[in-house]
């Protein structure tokens, strides 16, 4: 579904990623697991093609197809969609035409609006007629967005877990949407610090000072993660001999 080759981003002259070598297969949960300050965000941007993001070398690679010069749209329009760090708000939109909107791209026999709300711990009957603007909490965007994420069904979602705000309902909701998305066929790169949000994916990474240090076992990478990155500085990697002291 994603490869990256090689992908490097620098900023300012100061490399911000480096060297990046990453698969993401068809269907995979894949979990980017990294302390604040590594690179896990400017990943996911780089992956979407914000503005700024462009790689300083590398190749980027969605189902087979380079995509590394395409605009932010025209990887939407592949099915790639970028979730969560700071949710936006649509002032004068309610959260029902926000999501039909969202679902317009799903096609027909997916979930409803409806559905979409109640899998993220939200009763529609209480935030359809909503509007997605100041009025609802931060944690009642993340999870309205989380929803339409649901609601678009997908090819690759890059799920940027935000640094603060989660607590266990939250987690469960997001384990819950990432497996609907997934039994859909979809795939989603899940960028987190956090070791039991890590611990549902197929396979995941470690990432440190803008690298991939490590891809394996999601518990192996959270060992690795507990013994090595929470001390680091995150500027530089470790060294090789801890690499191999899982």
């Known amino acids: 579904m994603l490869k990256l080759s090689g992908v490097s981003l620098l900023a300012g002259g100061k490399p911000i990623l480096r060297d990046v070598n990453l698969e993401v297969a ?11 300050g590594t690179g896990k965000s400017t990943l996911a941007s780089v992956i979407m093609g914000l503005s700024g993001y462009r790689p300083s070398s590398g190749r980027i690679y969605f189902q087979g ?3 590394t010069d395409l605009s932010i749209t025209e990887r939407a329009r592949r099915g790639i969609t970028l979730a969560w760090q700071e949710p936006a708000r649509f002032e004068g939109l309610t959260v029902a035409e926000y999501l039909r909107t969202a679902a317009k791209q799903a096609g027909d026999g997916w979930l409803s609006p409806r559905e979409c709300l109640s899998k993220v711990g939200l ?6 007629a909503r509007a997605v603007d100041a009025t609802l909490s931060g944690g009642e965007r993340r ?16 799920l940027d877990e935000p640094d603060s705000g ?3 309902l939250s987690i469960d909701c997001i384990v819950d949407v990432i497996r609907t998305i997934a039994r859909a066929g979809g795939s989603v790169l899940l960028i987190t610090h956090h070791e039991e949000v890590a611990a549902m994916a197929d396979r995941a990474s470690s990432l440190c000072g803008g690298t ?3 891809t394996g076992d999601p518990a192996q990478i959270a060992r690795f993660f507990r013994n090595h990155c929470q001390e680091c500085t995150h500027v530089n990697a470790p060294l090789s001999t801890e690499l191999s002291r899982v």
Do not use: F
Not at 26 to 36: K, P, R, T
Not at 123 to 128: A, R, T
């Open 26 to 36: 068809d269907g995979e949960i894949h979990s980017i697991l990294g302390a604040n």
């Open 65 to 67: 197809e380079d995509i």
């Open 123 to 128: 009763v529609p009957e209480k935030y359809l």
């Open 143 to 158: 999870r309205i967005e989380l929803a339409s994420v649901l609601a678009m069904r997908p090819k690759l979602v890059l």
């Open 166 to 168: 989660i607590d266990a």
């Open 212 to 214: 991939v240090l490590k």
